[in-house]
């Protein structure tokens, strides 16, 4: 199933399309206008402002349901959560249709709970397409995401590198930067040596 890849713009975080899921919300409506009528689902990979800045916006568009971790749900309404204070901006106080806990299934992706950046980060898997959409858990050439905000934990984020190094992985869709379309395991792998390094 082919991708459709929404570039974050300066700080913002990217944004994917993947059948009716629209991965994270830091783009503007108008940058996804001519896909609405597709979305039924928004996934939130966490809720640090810059994937969620537009979600608001995104919801009475699309009228799709949004869809985040229990453990991140707070995001959406906290400003220490969401770090909406270090953007000058307030959190979207979106109330969320369906909370997950990792496991469940949408629109063909699997939903895998990947902690460390924040508590309740998720990242989303296509076993059929080898594809993951990974928010800020790890990034091209080897490197990951933040572990000094609120919430966040080394060895959660070491886990989580771990588990998502274990997966069959060909495309790698990350929240910021160019995705990667062929040999992402060989990225998240990187990833997995290069969090050691830091204990």
Same mark, same amino acid.
């Given at each position: 199933?082919?991708? /459709?890849?929404?570039?974050?713009?300066?700080? @913002?975080?990217?944004?994917?399309?993947?059948? $009716?899921?629209?991965?994270?919300?830091?783009? %503007?409506?108008? &940058?996804?206008?001519?896909?609405?009528?597709?979305?039924?689902?928004?996934?939130?990979?966490?809720? !640090?402002?810059?994937?969620? =800045?537009?979600?608001?916006?995104?919801?009475?568009?699309?009228?799709?349901?949004?869809?985040?971790?229990?453990?991140? *749900? &707070?995001?959406?309404?906290?400003?220490?959560?969401?770090?909406?204070?270090? @953007? $000058? &901006?307030?959190?979207?106080?979106? /109330?969320?249709?369906?909370?997950?806990? $990792?496991?469940?299934?949408?629109? #063909?992706?699997? /939903?895998?709970? %990947?902690?460390?950046? %924040?508590? #309740?980060?998720?990242?989303?898997?296509?076993?059929?397409?080898?594809?993951?959409?990974?928010?800020?858990?790890?990034?091209?050439?080897?490197?990951?995401?933040? @572990?000094? @905000?609120?919430?966040?934990?080394?060895?959660?984020?070491?886990?989580?590198?771990?588990?998502? &190094?274990?997966?069959?992985?060909?495309?790698?869709?990350?929240? !910021?930067?160019?995705?990667?379309?062929?040999?992402?395991?060989?990225?998240?792998? *990187? =990833?997995?040596?290069?969090?050691?390094?830091?204990?």
């Amino acid at each position: 199933m082919p991708v /459709v890849w929404l570039p974050g713009e300066g700080y @913002f975080a990217n944004s994917y399309i993947f059948g $009716g899921v629209l991965v994270d919300a830091g783009v %503007t409506p108008l &940058a996804l206008a001519r896909h609405a009528d597709r979305i039924e689902s928004v996934v939130l990979t966490h809720t !640090h402002y810059d994937h969620i =800045a537009y979600l608001k916006e995104i919801k009475a568009l699309t009228g799709a349901e949004v869809c985040v971790h229990a453990f991140d *749900a &707070a995001g959406l309404s906290g400003e220490r959560a969401s770090l909406a204070p270090m @953007f $000058g &901006a307030r959190p979207p106080m979106t /109330v969320p249709d369906r909370i997950l806990e $990792g496991g469940e299934r949408i629109g #063909g992706l699997e /939903v895998i709970h %990947t902690p460390g950046h %924040t508590p #309740g980060g998720i990242s989303l898997y296509s076993p059929e397409e080898r594809a993951l959409f990974c928010g800020d858990i790890v990034f091209p050439g080897g490197s990951f995401g933040r @572990f000094d @905000f609120p919430g966040g934990d080394l060895d959660a984020l070491t886990g989580s590198i771990d588990r998502l &190094a274990a997966l069959d992985v060909e495309a790698l869709y990350p929240g !910021h930067g160019e995705p990667v379309r062929t040999g992402g395991i060989r990225h998240i792998r *990187a =990833a997995a040596i290069a969090v050691r390094e830091m204990r």
